[in-house]
């Protein structure tokens, strides 16, 4: 069996996001197919992933291009924004009830 190949490039239709707020990013593993393609388009430093090979979820992404919601090939990630007061604190408490 081959492995899977992901070939990226830029999609001139996926604009950078103007957002100017962190966002805290959630995956939906039970639909989540752990392929990397999030963490291959992530421009975040290394480190901002999970050990399974995804973004890093509950933890503020002050960058919020929003490739990594763009490029899912199964939609399963999702963001909230974060407000000022939640960076502030070493650890956040972010909860994933909406």
Known sequence: MQPCQIILARNPNIKRSKM???VVFEIGWNACIKCGA???VCPQEPGFTTPFDTIAVKTPCDIACMFCEAICP???ITHTMVL???LSRESPVLSSET
Do not use: R
Request: hydrophobic share 50%; net charge neutral; proline share 0%.
């Open 20 to 22: 100017k707020q962190a």
């Open 38 to 40: 999030c963490v291959a």
């Open 74 to 76: 199964v939609s399963t």
């Open 84 to 86: 000022a007061a939640d």
